[in-house]
C-alpha cells in the first residue's frame, strides 16, 4: 500500500510565476489535509478537504492560494504569482475519514521562489 | 485556541546517553496529543500518540511520551540514543474545528544533534 505521494519533491519558480503542488492521497483515504512550513518553523495548517469539497480553508491566505480535490486524480494546492515569502516545505496529508486522528504525512514538496 | 510550546530549540546529546524532549500544551478539553519525527529532507513519521487512558505511551523507535495533566506537558523520552535519532522532532496537538475535521498544531520543533 503506497503511503502519500506528492510531486514534485523541489520546485523552482520565478517571482511571479505559479506554483502547482499535487499530491495523491493513500489508498482509500478522501480527506486531505494541506500544511506549510516555513524555514525554522513548525507546520501550520492550510486547508482541509474531502472530495470535491473544501471543507475547512481557515488557514490559507485570502489570495494567491487556493486549492482542489477532484472526483478524479490528485489534489493540488495552486499558487498564483509566487513571492519570495512563499519560499517553504508544502505538506500534503490524509486520513480514512473526518476526525480520525490519522493523518499520514507525504514527503512534502519544498518550493523555493527566486 | 490550541497551542504547543517546545522550548528547546536545538539538543546535543552522546550516542547511548538519555533523552527527553520538552513539549508543553494548551488546550481546553482533553488533549490528544502526538510526537513526530521528521529526518532532513523528508516528511513527517509519526513516533507515538496519546488519547487516554495510561499517561506513559510507547512508540516507534524505542521511544515513549508521558502526559501530565496538572502541568500540560508531554515530554519525549528515550533511554539510550542512537546516531540514527538525529532529526528534528515536533510536538502537536489536536482539535476539532467547527467543521467537524481535526486539525493539528505543531510546535516549532526541537532539533537533536548526536554526537559520538
Known amino acids: 500500500n503506497a503511503g502519500v505521494m506528492q510531486n514534485p519533491r523541489h520546485l523552482v519558480r520565478r517571482r511571479g510565476q505559479e506554483a502547482r503542488l499535487r499530491c495523491s492521497p493513500m489508498?482509500?483515504?478522501?480527506?486531505v489535509y494541506w500544511y506549510r512550513q516555513l524555514p525554522e518553523e513548525g507546520l501550520k495548517f492550510m486547508v482541509y478537504l474531502q472530495k470535491e469539497n473544501i471543507i475547512d480553508e481557515s488557514g490559507m491566505p485570502k489570495e494567491r492560494f487556493s486549492a482542489e480535490f477532484p472526483k478524479e486524480g490528485p489534489s493540488i494546492l495552486r499558487i498564483q504569482q509566487v513571492v519570495r515569502g512563499d519560499s517553504a516545505a508544502y505538506f500534503c496529508?490524509?486520513?480514512?475519514?473526518?476526525?480520525?486522528?490519522?493523518?499520514?504525512f507525504g514527503p512534502g514538496t519544498r518550493l523555493t521562489v527566486t | 485556541a490550541q497551542s504547543v510550546t517546545q522550548p528547546d530549540i536545538h539538543i546535543t546529546v552522546s550516542e547511548g546517553a538519555s533523552l527527553e524532549l520538552r513539549c508543553n500544551y494548551s488546550?481546553?478539553?482533553?488533549?490528544?496529543l502526538f510526537w513526530y519525527v521528521q529526518s532532513p529532507g523528508q516528511g513527517l513519521q509519526l513516533l507515538l500518540k496519546?488519547?487516554?487512558?495510561?499517561?506513559l505511551v510507547q512508540g516507534i523507535k524505542g521511544f515513549e511520551a508521558e502526559f501530565k495533566r496538572s502541568q500540560s506537558s508531554f515530554n519525549l523520552r528515550k533511554p539510550s540514543v542512537h546516531w540514527s535519532d538525529a532529526a528534528e522532532y515536533f510536538c502537536a496537538v489536536a482539535g476539532i474545528t467547527n467543521f467537524g475535521n481535526e486539525k493539528l498544531t505543531f510546535g516549532t520543533g526541537t532539533r537533536l544533534t548526536i554526537i559520538p
Open positions: 496519546y488519547f487516554s487512558g495510561d499517561t
Open positions: 489508498k482509500g483515504h478522501s480527506h
Open positions: 488546550y481546553g478539553a482533553t488533549p490528544y
Open positions: 496529508a490524509s486520513s480514512p475519514s473526518q476526525a480520525s486522528y490519522e493523518q499520514y
